[in-house]
């Protein structure tokens, strides 16, 4: 059911790779919510993904962009304000670890890759922010997300450089929230989603004993990506004017979790099966 929640804005998604992304749930949702809007990847991305398909779908458009790149970024901004005028929405759903694709542990990793980390998938928020600013690109009380991950305040085996990016990514936030606030009532916050079989999620070691064991701890259970586009939704939406600088968990309850029955009761079995095995 759609509730026309976006009607006559325009905005930028970023991170829309194929139909398991995030970023893609959003976009329909947008769409259906009445939105309009340019969507954005590398190149490179573009090339493996399928996003021509899904911005026929929602009636739009894909601009080639590196976020990581201030001129790729000053394109997009201009094509989009080219097209729209002032903008109402970005997301940023952007990560990736080569440290993780290539499986370094955490107390080795490969510093190259360590930057690269950091620059996808944190300092382009900073990048993205700043541009729009420079750029008058928002509109008052516009709403600016990225999406996050609780390893940003928790050690969880396997996610790696990750989740520096992601501490970075929630200080950016606030950072610029204060900022673009001040100045421009434009909102920045994130969310903190439950584990998710994205392309990139896929690629975290364990992500199925994972996303099993969140499951299992949070009252709600995990919090699909879909489910994920309708919170993204109510954040881009007038609803949310005065939310602004923070980090928002959408993971069922877990992150408010120290052990809950189903995860006892599973360790408990563990716990019978080695005694019983010596």
């Known amino acids: 059911m759609a509730y026309n929640l976006l009607k006559g804005k325009k905005g930028?998604?970023?991170?829309?790779?194929?139909?398991?992304?995030?970023?893609?749930?959003?976009?329909?949702?947008?769409f259906e919510e009445g939105a309009e809007f340019i969507l954005t990847n590398t190149p490179v991305s573009m090339r493996l993904g399928t996003v021509d398909k899904l911005a026929e779908k929602c009636n739009t458009i894909v601009v080639a962009a590196d976020a990581t790149k201030n001129e790729d970024l000053e394109n997009l901004v201009q094509i989009a304000m080219e097209k729209y005028g002032?903008?109402?929405?970005?997301?940023?759903?952007?990560?990736?670890?080569?440290?993780?694709?290539?499986?370094?542990?955490?107390?080795?990793?490969?510093?190259?890759y360590y930057h690269k980390t950091l620059d996808i998938s944190a300092l382009s928020f900073h990048k993205t922010i700043s541009i729009l600013k420079k750029n008058h690109a928002m509109n008052d009380w516009g709403s600016i997300v990225a999406l996050s991950y609780v390893a940003a305040q928790r050690t969880l085996y396997g996610y790696n450089d990750m989740a520096d990016a992601k501490s970075l990514l929630e200080s950016i936030a606030r950072s610029f929230g204060y900022i673009y606030g001040r100045e421009s009532k434009v909102r920045v916050n994130t969310i903190s989603q439950s584990p998710t079989m994205t392309t990139a999620g896929s690629g975290v070691k364990?992500?199925?004993?994972?996303?099993?064991?969140?499951?299992?701890?949070?009252?709600?259970?995990?919090?699909?990506?879909?489910?994920?586009?309708?919170?993204?939704?109510?954040?881009?939406?007038?609803?949310?004017?005065?939310?602004?600088?923070?980090?928002?968990?959408?993971?069922?309850?877990?992150s408010s979790m120290g052990m809950s029955l189903r995860a006892m009761t599973q360790y408990n079995k563990s716990l019978e099966i080695?005694?019983?095995f010596g």
């Not at 759903?93 to 993780?100: A, E, K, L």
């Not at 370094?104 to 190259?112: F, R, S, T, V």
């Not at 881009?236 to 959408?250: A, G, I, P, Y």
Request: net charge negative; charged share 25%; with cysteine.
């Open 86 to 112: 002032k903008l109402d929405f970005v997301l940023h759903s952007i990560g990736m670890s080569p440290n993780v694709r290539k499986k370094l542990p955490y107390d080795k990793l490969n510093y190259e």
């Open 12 to 30: 930028i998604i970023f991170g829309a790779l194929n139909d398991m992304s995030i970023a893609w749930k959003v976009a329909e949702k947008a």
């Open 274 to 276: 080695d005694t019983e």
């Open 206 to 254: 364990g992500i199925d004993g994972l996303m099993d064991f969140t499951e299992r701890m949070s009252p709600l259970g995990n919090a699909t990506a879909a489910e994920c586009a309708d919170y993204c939704i109510t954040m881009f939406s007038d609803l949310t004017r005065k939310v602004t600088m923070q980090n928002l968990f959408h993971d069922g309850g877990f």
